[in-house]
């Protein structure tokens, strides 16, 4: 199977659902509270001075630093950040957390994109906007970026107010402690309407590349 990653599989944590083994259900769950508060950081490291187009400026959240468009706002809390343009038409999703570890990557990057794509309808997911339609046109190989480190990028299509939207979605998935089972993950989803859409999707991920935490 592709991408194995060592730790507490799935039937492990269905167990775990279930209310058995509960001392390790209380261990798990503390370990994913300190996890969650060090995965960002570690993922976005701060970009150099040069990365940063002098017509971007400096926008500030409670716990986000990023540099993107004077006009550009953002929605963010503890472990994501959703940055658009003012009418949302261009727009990036960002966020990261603690997870028990899948079985493979393969197996969680499956759950994630179906997870992403059937609640599309609802908009703040793949798009900020509700999207008919939603599907991937294009699923990547699993990559392996590191030890038991494993990426998969995907391009989406689907509708929006009556405009094509085309995007990608990016998922990490990646093992913090092998012994507790504790895996990190990080996704992003930015996306954009069909016209320019290579333009638009290079200027997200410069913002993307912008990101930094603060105040944890």
């Given amino acids: 199977m592709i991408g194995t990653i060592r730790g507490v599989s799935v039937g492990s944590m269905r167990e775990i659902n279930r209310g058995s083994r509960s001392g390790q259900l209380t261990i798990t769950f503390a370990a994913i509270a300190v996890v969650t508060g060090m995965l960002l950081p570690m ?12 017509s971007f400026r400096r926008h500030v959240e409670t716990f986000w630093v990023w540099y993107g468009p ?32 899948p079985r493979t990557a393969g197996q969680w990057f499956q759950f994630v994109s179906s997870n992403f794509r059937q609640t599309a309808r609802q908009g703040q997911g793949l798009y900020s906007k ?11 190989r699993i990559r392996q970026r590191g030890q038991g480190y494993f990426r998969q990028r995907l391009q989406w299509a689907g509708r929006s107010g009556g405009r094509q939207i ?15 089972g504790i895996c990190g993950q990080r996704f992003q989803s930015r996306g954009a309407p069909a016209r320019r859409n290579g333009r638009s999707i ?13 105040n944890l």
Avoid: H
Wanted: proline share 8%.
């Fill in 43 to 54: 993922l976005s490291p701060p970009p150099s001075d040069g990365a940063i187009p002098s």
């Fill in 70 to 101: 004077p006009n550009w706002i953002a929605a963010s809390g503890k472990n994501d950040i959703q940055i658009s343009s003012p009418t949302g038409t261009l727009w990036n999703n960002y966020g990261a957390g603690g997870a028990v570890c």
């Fill in 130 to 140: 509700p999207l008919a339609a939603a599907r991937y046109s294009r699923r990547g």
């Fill in 166 to 180: 085309r995007g990608e979605l990016i998922m990490d998935i990646f093992v913090v402690d092998a012994l507790s």
């Fill in 202 to 214: 290079r200027l997200l991920r410069t913002v993307q590349s912008t990101i930094t935490q603060q």
